[in-house]
């Protein structure tokens, strides 16, 4: 059994109902024919127990059970808080 787990960052961007927030993360590659850095986006459904995670806060998320159907990440830290 592993105990390495995945850790994700991005901000909130949508309070997804009671103890869920959805969060976008960006990642920089590579394009494999221009050879220029490309952005990549992707969202994912974060569980939030104290429901603590506001918009535009950037949080950082640690991978565990699959807590539903597309739901896969607690919520680790607040690292900073939005402009709202």
Known sequence: MSTHKREIQGVVVKISGEKTVSVLVTRSVLHPKYHK??????????????????????????????LSKTKSYRLKTITATGAQ
Do not use: M, N, T, W
């Open 37 to 66: 850095i490309v952005k990549r986006f992707k969202k994912y459904l974060i569980h939030d127990e104290k429901s603590e995670a506001k918009v535009g806060d950037s949080v950082i998320a640690r991978e565990c059970r699959p």
